[in-house]
């Protein structure tokens, strides 16, 4: 518990996973008075810890100062917000050694298949997922920009997250819109849908996310859209056909000048989440066909995602 200024005590948020997003949340923390450490992986061992140089919504350059923790330090944590890349997760969370048992993880990644992996490595703190639509982008070490203020959905993971739903008020200062969701799962499908269409054929084209409104996508766009659907309707997701379409539509035309997290890993030679975003339809389709799905599953893992 650290001291604030009006003399009582706030307990540290902890940030595992220093990309984009990660940055931007701590600087929106930290905007508001929170303390906030940042793990930080070997290759940061013995280096100074520089302030992160966060530029916000208006243009504003911002230093955030945080706290520098090591795995070693995770006896520390009493909150713990993983905003790694899907694949990165559970390595990440093997590392820390000594993470008490009632410090409560949120997971805040694209694409699905990894709380369940959470749940068998801890499986006595409090687990909380989420989706989030906040827009970052990484313009250099220690310098990112906030790109977008989106919206942000929590909801339990298993029943002793339950007691933890407060953890949505205590970031709305910072974050804005956020909201507890006791049916999460059905968030996270809807969100996940949006990334299976957007995700891979913007990285697959290399292009900007609106620019699957030209003409000339329109054809795939409407059988990969039917092929996501499909799947979550298989799932058990009610929302028809075109009110996904329409969905789709709003988000891209949203972050139409964005280029996708896919896109943007692709891009710098990084693996992608293409497993848990693609990878989670092909394994659920069961005997549905999922061509489109497929291919492109194919294409980005040929790009080295
Ligand atoms: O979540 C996104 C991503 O890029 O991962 C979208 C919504 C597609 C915005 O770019």
């Not at 713990?80 to 890349?85: A, D, S, W």
């Not at 048992?101 to 006595?124: D, F, K, M, R």
């Not at 310098?143 to 739903?165: D, F, I, K, Y």
């Not at 499908?189 to 957007?198: D, E, F, M, Q």
Request: proline letters at 6%.
């Amino acid at each position: 518990m650290i001291p604030n200024n009006r003399g009582t005590a706030m307990t540290e948020w902890t940030i595992l996973g220093a990309g984009a997003l990660g940055c931007v949340m701590a600087g929106l923390l930290r905007g508001r008075g929170e303390p906030v450490s940042l793990l930080l992986s070997e290759r940061h061992r013995g280096h100074l810890h520089p302030s992160l140089d966060l530029i916000t919504l208006a243009g504003r350059h911002q230093l955030v100062h945080t706290r520098p923790l090591f795995a070693e330090q995770a006896g520390q944590i009493r909150r713990l917000l993983v905003l790694t890349k899907a694949y990165q997760v559970v390595p990440a969370l093997q590392a820390l050694r000594g993470l008490p048992n009632e410090t409560p993880i949120i997971l805040l990644h694209n694409g699905l298949g990894v709380a369940e992996q959470v749940l068998a490595l801890y499986p006595q703190n409090p687990l909380i997922v989420g989706v989030s639509s906040h827009g970052a982008m990484k313009e250099g070490p220690w310098l990112v920009r906030h790109t977008g203020r989106g919206e942000t959905w929590l909801g339990p993971a298993n029943p002793a997250a339950n007691a933890h739903a407060g953890l949505a008020d205590a970031l709305a200062g910072a974050l804005g819109q956020i909201r507890w969701s006791p049916d999460i799962a059905r968030l996270q499908h809807r969100k996940l849908a949006i990334n299976a269409v957007i995700n891979p054929l913007t990285a697959c084209h290399r292009i900007r996310n609106g620019q699957l409104l030209e003409p000339r996508f329109n054809a795939v766009l409407a059988q990969l859209s039917e092929e996501v659907h499909q799947v979550m309707a298989a799932l058990g997701e009610q929302e028809p056909l075109e009110d996904f379409r329409r969905r789709l539509h709003k988000v891209i035309e949203l972050t139409a000048t964005n280029y996708s997290s896919m896109h943007q890993d692709l891009a710098h030679g990084r693996p992608t989440e293409i497993d848990y975003i693609t990878g989670y339809v092909l394994k659920h389709a069961g005997h549905l066909p999922v061509p489109v799905c497929r291919q492109l599953y194919n294409e980005v893992k040929k790009l080295g995602g």
